[in-house]
T-cell receptor
């Protein structure tokens, strides 16, 4: 029973365009959502997060949108750069408990 | 640089032969976590330590144990590895463990192969 789902295993985008990574969840009680980025041979690194009381959080080129009614969040990267090529994990938490991860989306930004 | 270090990066063991994976941190964080990530799957929390308090996930097999002798080090012991235990094992730390706004910092992982 996967509570956090990333249905797109991979995504390819041209440099300079927008990358949109999607994540769906099943538990309406989740109170915090996070995105982690992982390069090969490295551990995941924190990218951006959003509280369930907000619908948008922005940090430079990265913006996360939360649609609670649809139980959906998305990460927008604008403009995309080749260095953004990595696996992106969506994760959620409940009352400060453990991170529940999705399976990840491999983003390839083509020069 | 402050960081989370995992040794070894690659570990090969034989079916049933005990193996220990190591994690150390220079961040002086209170909480240390162990995750298991199988191929194409999401990282899954096995257990964590808040300081010296051990917190096991309900579905973590008894075959998996952990030790945290001091703040800096945490070990994952697999008593009798099976073929199904082949995975990437990720160690992570956080300052206080209130996950929402308390970032977890991950090590590079140890890839375990069971022959």
């Amino acid at each position: 029973d996967q509570q956090v789902k990333q249905n797109s295993p991979s995504l390819s985008v041209q440099e300079g365009r927008i990358s949109i990574l999607n994540c769906d969840y099943t538990n309406s009680m989740f109170d915090y959502f996070l995105w982690y980025k992982k390069y090969p041979a490295e551990g995941p690194t924190f990218l951006i997060s959003i509280s369930s009381i907000k619908d948008k959080n922005e940090d430079g080129r990265f913006t996360v949108f939360l649609n609670k009614s649809a139980k959906h969040l998305s990460l927008h990267i604008v403009p995309s750069q080749p260095g953004d090529s990595a696996v992106y994990f969506c994760a959620a938490t409940l009352l400060g408990d453990k991170l529940i991860f999705g399976t990840g989306t491999l983003l390839a930004v083509q020069p | 640089d402050a960081m989370v270090i995992q040794n070894p990066r690659y570990q090969v063991t034989q079916f049933g032969k005990p193996v220990t994976l190591s994690c150390s941190q220079t961040l002086n964080h209170n909480v240390m976590y162990w995750y298991q990530q199988k191929s194409s799957q999401a990282p899954k929390l096995l257990f964590h330590y808040y300081d010296k308090d051990f917190n096991n996930e309900a579905d973590t097999p008894d075959n998996f144990q952990s030790r945290r002798p001091n703040t800096s080090f945490c070990f994952l012991d697999i008593r009798s590895p099976g073929l199904g235990d082949a995975a990437m094992y990720l160690c992570a730390t956080s300052r206080e463990g209130g996950v929402g706004s308390d970032t977890q910092y991950f090590g590079p992982g140890t890839r375990l192969t069971v022959l």
